[in-house]
Structures are given as C-alpha cells and as structure tokens.
C-alpha cells in the first residue's frame, strides 16, 4: 500500500510539473536572416522556417505568455485526441511576440478534425486547414497539416496585451510566405496578404 501511495504521489508530481516549452530541439541553420528548423516527429523531418528572432531551447517567460493548465486546456478542447509527441516549441521577443507549439497525431487524419471543431475552418487546403478563434484572453491561430500517416499541428498563441494586427501579419508571413511549400494548393495560390485579409474578416 506504502509502495503505491508513493507511485501514486510521484505520478502526480510529475503531471504538475508537466510544460509544454523545456524541449530539446535541434540547432537551427541560418540562411539569409532566416532560421531553417528541422522538425522531427514519428520517424519523419521537415524543414520549418521563421525569422531571425525566433527562440528555441532558452527560455524567457517575459515573453511565454501561456502557462501549462493553459495549453492543457487548449489540448482538450475540439479536437481532444492525445498527441503522440511534441516536436517544436518557438517563440519571438519582438513586437509580435507569437508563441508555437508543434505536436504529432498519428493515425488520424484531417477529416477526423474538421469533425471537432464546431465552425468551418477559416481556411481550407487539400493537405491543411486553419482555424482562427479566442480562447480565454487569447487569440489561436490552430493549424493542421497532412503527413504521412498521421497529422501535425501548429498552435500560435499571442500577447494578450499586444496588437492582434501584428499577430496576424506574423502568421500569415510565417506559414505563407516563408513556408509556402507545406501546402498543396488548389486552383488558387494564397499569398500572405490572401491570409491577412481572411484573418482579418470580422466573425460572423
């Protein structure tokens, strides 16, 4: 009975120290002024660029805005499926200030997540979707992306006191214009300011 209530309480201290940003990640590559992350998940990679002032394996919590029962929360909500593994956690000190999360779903699919959220996603591509929705004080941009055998998913939260605008330019550069390759297009090719603009629509 010792031996159990001692498991049991070492389980619990665990969850309670359980975060979504002390993850080891690879150096990125600089090119340009670009850093050329390489995401690893199941047994896949893909290249992931942002800009210079993206920070990975140092942490400043002036400029982490979550805390964990936050994305705990967030992961529990729509689509409730357990991740598999988390591959990338990013953030910026500049005046976007945007915060990445990146996790694996194995054996799911893009169909199984449209089916969760209650709204159609603000964009819809033969390989991804996204969504854009508050959640408590902030703003999510919720990306999805097709991969073999499973799907990845981009969660960008932002400063809840900073300027959703900047928020949204970020993103749509980020995901758009640095990594077009991502998406496999239908008729029409989306550009950055094709995402702004939708971002920027005011809900219905």
Not at 133 to 138: I, L, R, S, T, V
Not at 166 to 193: A, G
Request: aromatic share 20%; hydrophobic share 35%.
């Amino acid at each position: 009975m010792k031996k159990f209530l001692l498991l049991f309480l070492l389980f619990s201290v665990f969850q309670s120290c359980q975060n979504y940003f002390f993850l080891t990640q690879e150096t990125p590559d600089k090119s340009d002024g670009y850093l050329v992350h390489t995401l690893k998940f199941s047994n896949q990679t893909l290249e992931f660029a942002t800009f210079g002032d993206y920070h990975i394996n140092k942490i400043d919590k002036r400029f982490i805005f979550f805390k964990t029962k936050d994305v705990r929360k967030l992961l529990n909500q729509n689509f409730k499926k357990p991740f598999d593994e988390q591959f990338l956690f990013t953030y910026t000190n500049l005046s976007s200030y945007n915060n990445i999360l990146g996790f694996y779903y194995g054996e799911t699919s893009l169909e199984n997540v449209k089916k969760s959220y209650p709204t159609q996603p603000n964009i819809s591509l033969k390989n991804g979707i996204l969504y854009s929705y508050d959640f408590g004080k902030f703003k999510v941009i919720d990306i999805y992306k097709e991969t073999e055998n499973g799907i990845i998913r981009f969660i960008n939260l932002n400063d809840p006191n900073g300027k959703i605008e900047h928020f949204y330019r970020e993103n749509s550069q980020l995901y758009f214009e640095l990594n077009p390759y991502l998406w496999t297009w239908d008729e029409k090719y989306l550009t950055s300011e094709d995402v702004l603009d939708i971002l920027n629509k005011p809900e219905k």
